[in-house]
């Protein structure tokens, strides 16, 4: 098989079915060839550099009740939280005073007045405290283009919406149908995303109950037919308190292969998709401790390390054992920094780290 292999990595175009033969690769030194192959056009294209994001979790409140989040509305075990605007703003700065220079907001979606006046005065309130120095994402969900343009004439410059699965079954199998939560409104929040002038951001979720490879070179192929500049994604895990962590217990793929497929969705978008930004997320670290450094040497060149306050990091949990959640933030930059710095990529503090995808536009 390596021949095979060698010979579709050394092409300059990919047709669907060389992708798709790269996405069923099991052979070990086939699949050492693919890492190798998305680490050197990595390299070439983006460098052999890691940016950070510091990952704020405000609130586990949501609206939304997909099937398979662990703060899904319908959860009633889940304790709520919403951080103050002091609490955030601590964080912040300790973002900006360990040069981090980007930081990401993350929640459970709300669309009501409150919430939308208050992110965009946080947003604001986070310039000021930087001088304008502090590069912002959110990933609040989905809204409506009129709050997207007030968040982004506040300040913020990337958003994070994953599309979750590109096929449409699998899709609707993850979101119950209340709420328009339907994969046409996803898809064009995307669009009004860019339309505002974003760094655009989406992914999915891996290695799901009947999702097939061809499935997964779609999702890539999504990508790329939308331009996106941004991709965060990772494998799927239980919750154990969601209707889809009760139905797939017992048919989800192995932890292992999930990890494997995650590492094959990055080396083969990066092969792709080459100077676009990929962030090697949480869940990877989830499922495999050394996860993250994997996803580093698989292509990946972002870091979300979480920058929430300890007392609520607990309680944002969208799957089950997720990692880091008894870890200080100091902590975590250590683990963070020295994992990174063991591969031999180089950590950029002081630099927004945006996506070179866009610029080249
Ligand atoms: N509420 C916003 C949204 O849905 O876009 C942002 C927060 S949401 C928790 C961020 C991402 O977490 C989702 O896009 C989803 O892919 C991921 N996620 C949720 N539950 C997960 C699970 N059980 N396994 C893996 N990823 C999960
Ligand atoms: Fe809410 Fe996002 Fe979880 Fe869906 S994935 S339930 S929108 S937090």
């Known amino acids: 098989m390596t021949k095979k292999i060698e010979s579709i990595l050394n092409q300059e175009e ?5 992708l798709i033969q790269l996405m069923k690769i099991e052979d070990k030194e086939d ?3 693919l890492f190798k192959k998305a680490y050197e056009i990595k390299s070439k294209y983006v460098g052999r550099k890691v940016y950070y994001r510091g990952l704020i979790e405000i609130s586990n409140r949501c609206i939304k009740n997909c099937n398979y989040c662990g703060i899904r509305r319908d959860n009633k075990k889940v304790e709520r939280f919403s951080m103050s605007k002091d609490e955030i703003m601590k964080s912040v700065k ?13 929640s459970g979606e709300r669309q009501d007045k409150e919430f939308v006046d208050f992110i965009e005065d946080l947003i604001k309130e986070i310039k000021t405290l930087s001088n304008g120095k502090l590069g912002i994402t959110l990933s609040l969900g989905e809204q409506s283009k009129e709050t997207y343009q007030r968040w982004f004439d506040a300040g913020a410059h990337r ?14 199998k993850l979101h119950p149908m209340d709420n328009k939560h339907t994969f046409e409104v996803r898809k064009r929040c995307l669009e009004y995303l860019r339309e505002i002038g974003y760094q655009v951001g989406t992914g999915v979720m891996i290695g799901l109950p009947n999702q097939t490879e061809e ?3 779609n999702d890539i192929l999504f990508y790329k037919e939308m331009d996106i500049d941004m991709i965060g994604m990772g494998p799927y895990i239980l919750h154990r308190d969601t209707p889809l962590g009760k139905e797939w217990e ?3 793929r192995s932890e292992e292969k999930r990890v494997e497929l995650g590492l094959k969705m990055i080396a083969i978008t990066r092969i792709l998709l080459k100077d676009v930004n990929i962030a090697a997320t949480t869940a990877l670290q989830g499922l495999d401790p050394n996860g993250r450094e994997k996803g580093l040497l698989a292509g990946a060149n972002i870091l979300m390390p979480t920058a929430t306050a300890l007392e609520h990091k607990g309680k944002y949990l969208l799957y089950d054992n997720k990692p880091g959640i008894k870890d200080s933030v100091e902590k975590a930059k250590e683990d963070m920094d020295k994992k990174v710095k063991s ?19």
């Open 159 to 172: 958003y994070l919406l994953r599309i979750e699965s590109t096929n449409l079954d699998i899709y609707n």
């Open 215 to 217: 499935d997964l070179v």
């Open 14 to 18: 990919f047709t669907k079915s060389d």
């Open 343 to 361: 591969i031999g990529d180089e950590i950029v503090y002081g630099a927004w780290g945006d996506s070179l995808h866009f610029k080249n536009k």
């Open 250 to 252: 017992n048919v989800v």
């Open 94 to 106: 300790w973002i900006y005073e360990n040069n981090y220079a980007s930081l990401a907001l993350q």
């Open 31 to 33: 699949l050492e060839l």
